[in-house]
């Protein structure tokens, strides 16, 4: 025979207590016991360009703020209590009300979101021109047409990795000189050009300085069409 169970604090019958030394209703245990350790303000460091959110030193592809909120509440999670985000803004200010849940037992914390507005390595070394090699196409045929191909193609790979992206092009005597920030951009390109134009490459090095003590090159690749 199971022996019926009274809260010590508001001597409710409940069918279990919960805690340790001090054993309480599902009620009464938030009000001395926090099921999650949630901070008065929580920081969400955004690029201020992309909009992609930093953690643990990792730019993430988050760019929803409820897939930012979920993401960076994460850190707080612990085993077998679930959590829901409501969020609000209210003067200006953005909170978050975080619902927690275990077994029988509820409660709820307040935080305000601060914003720390930066850019990201990427963003920050597109607008600076970052690139490590230089494509430089030449030949009789309709160039302007296939340098439009040549963005289209660098677009549709950065949509995959922002870290591949073509930051400049220029007009050239006899053509087009195109900037790549990753040999896995100018690959692709490349490979779309010998696919479609069969053309004549040549590849060389500039030597644009030294990093560490060791001598830093840059890509060069010719693409002439016949």
Known sequence: MELTKFCPRCGKETEKLYGEEKKLCPECYP???????????????ICEVCGRLRKHGEWLEEYTLEDQLSARFEEFSVEDVRMELQ?????DRMFVRVHAFKS????EYDTEIRYNKEQCNTCSRFEGGFFKVKMQLRGEKDLERIS??????A????????????????????GYNFFFSTE??????????????????????????????????RNVISVRLG
Do not use: C
């Open 148 to 153: 439009n191909r040549v963005a289209d193609t």
């Open 87 to 91: 969020y609000w803004e209210e003067d």
């Open 155 to 174: 677009a549709e790979v950065t949509n995959e990795d922002r870290k591949d992206f073509m930051s400049n092009v220029e007009e050239a005597d006899g």
């Open 184 to 217: 896995k951009i100018a690959r692709e390109i490349l490979d779309m050009l010998k696919a479609k134009h069969n053309p004549e490459v040549k590849r060389s090095y500039e030597l644009i300085g030294e990093e560490d003590g060791q001598e830093v090159y």
């Open 104 to 107: 029988e037992i509820k409660d």
């Open 31 to 45: 009000e001395d016991n926090d099921l999650l350790q949630i901070p008065d303000t929580v920081e969400l460091d």
